[in-house]
């Protein structure tokens, strides 16, 4: 009887350690897509600002209004994959919101030409 009790406390300690790692490692774990959400919205922001701050830069070199217009899908259709890569789905859906606007202002000079 007293072999059943000596076994019953020891699967009890180990009982006891496994469920406080297994919740160190979903601590951990949470903490890790925390943190790699962190990077990816960083690197999402600093690809963004770059970008604008080129725009700049070529929208004051461009003459017409339609090389600046054409970068700008072009753009939008490498953020956009980006954006959804980086799991940044609200902005994906922005963007593509803001492609569908330039490229039907794009095509309704045209049209009316």
Same mark, same amino acid.
Request: glycine letters at 0%.
């Given at each position: 009887m007293s072999s059943h009790n000596e076994e019953h406390k020891f699967s009890d300690i180990f009982s006891d350690t496994s469920d406080l790692r297994d919740e160190q490692i979903a *601590?951990?774990?949470?903490?890790?897509? %925390?943190?790699?959400?962190?990077?990816? *919205?960083?690197?999402?922001?600093?690809? %963004?600002?770059?970008?604008?701050?080129?725009n700049v830069v070529f929208f004051s070199v461009m003459p017409s209004f339609g090389g600046p217009i054409a970068l700008l899908i072009l753009e939008l259709l490498v953020l956009i994959p980006l954006a959804s890569r980086l799991g940044m789905e609200e902005v994906k859906q922005i963007l593509s919101r803001a492609l569908d606007r330039v490229a039907s202002n794009a095509q309704d000079p045209s049209d009316s030409g």
């Open positions: *601590e951990l774990q949470e903490r890790l897509t %925390a943190e790699k959400d962190a990077r990816n *919205e960083e690197r999402f922001i600093f690809i %963004a600002v770059t970008v604008i701050l080129l």
